[in-house]
């Protein structure tokens, strides 16, 4: 399918929004859907801030899928500028050229400076990327895990997202004919700057209750029972209440219930909990936790609310 064919129109309403994100597994709340929706509709950058593992890189990836739009994902580092987001130059690629055209006998400098820097040897970078026309409409830029970078790279994404433009010193400046749906996330393990936040909108994406967690293991893990699925949420929901160094998210509640299931595993067992705790918990300190009376203790309050 050509790219124009597979692009889909945006959401006309809030419910809209959870209809389409429903459509490609994700299950969120009304307030959630409300500002993705407000992005889309007013063309501004979405800044979702959480702890790891609530879900907000699944956010973009959902919305590119549901929109039929390419998705580009920049994943921030520390170290991470501006130069290594927008673009590089193959200097490989360059290098055999000179020598190529040194052998030839055919050097013309002033020649061969503009072939060099042309777009043949251009390497385009995530923003870069998400500037060009694309026949699916505008990409979803995903600028992932903001709170790695650095303040100065922080300015300059101010002022890129502002003019939806970047510059490249040998070619000029490159604006996109429409800009792209800019998603930008935060694990809040530093403040991201205020003038970056308030050119966005901002949602703080916590957790889901039991009910939405239900609903999102049946979606993603529909062979479970929902036995075990109530199981597995239930202590996980009762695990992120312990003092651990890092709660589990979604994503482990799921990659536990895959487990689970591999392992034909009907119900939840202390056992069964201390063979799999790999799963859910990624810190040795965390695990040593939940070893033993621990992970018994749960199951009985899990039990006793039950009742």
């Known amino acids: 399918m050509a790219p124009s064919e597979s692009a889909r129109a945006a959401p006309a309403g809030i419910g809209d929004v959870q209809e389409m994100l429903r459509g490609q597994g994700y299950i969120c709340g009304r307030s959630l859907a409300t500002v993705v929706f407000l992005s889309l509709r007013l063309g501004r950058p979405l800044f979702l801030e959480g702890d790891a593992g609530t879900g907000k890189t699944e956010i973009a990836k959902a919305l590119a899928s549901g929109l039929g739009r390419r998705l580009i994902r920049l994943q921030c580092y520390e170290g991470l500028d501006a130069a290594s987001a927008v673009y590089e130059w193959n200097f490989a690629a360059q290098m055999v050229a000179i020598r190529a055209a040194e052998a030839e006998g055919s050097a013309d400098k002033d020649v061969l400076r503009a072939e060099l820097f042309g777009a043949d040897y251009l390497i385009e970078r995530p923003l870069l990327q998400a500037m060009r026309p694309d026949p699916a409409g505008a990409p979803v830029l995903l600028i992932d895990e ?162």
């Open 146 to 307: 903001l709170d790695r970078t650095d303040e100065p790279f922080e300015a300059f994404l101010l002022e890129a997202l502002s003019d939806f433009q970047v510059t490249i010193p040998e070619l000029g400046t490159i604006a996109a004919p429409e800009p792209p749906i800019v998603v930008l996330t935060s694990n809040r393990t530093r403040e991201v700057h205020d003038a970056l936040k308030r050119r966005c909108l901002y949602h703080w994406v916590d957790y889901p209750d039991i009910e939405r967690e239900m609903a999102i293991l049946a979606a993603r893990v529909p062979e479970a029972s929902e036995t075990l699925s109530r199981q597995v949420v239930a202590f996980v929901q009762k695990l992120r209440e312990e003092d651990l160094f890092k709660r589990p998210g979604v994503a482990e509640t799921i990659d536990w219930a895959k487990c689970l299931l591999a392992l034909d595993v009907i119900e939840l067992s202390p056992e069964v909990i201390a063979d799999t705790l790999g799963a859910i918990l990624k810190y040795q300190d965390d695990i040593q936790k939940l070893q033993g009376s621990a992970a018994r203790r749960i199951l009985d309050e899990m039990a006793a609310a039950a009742d």
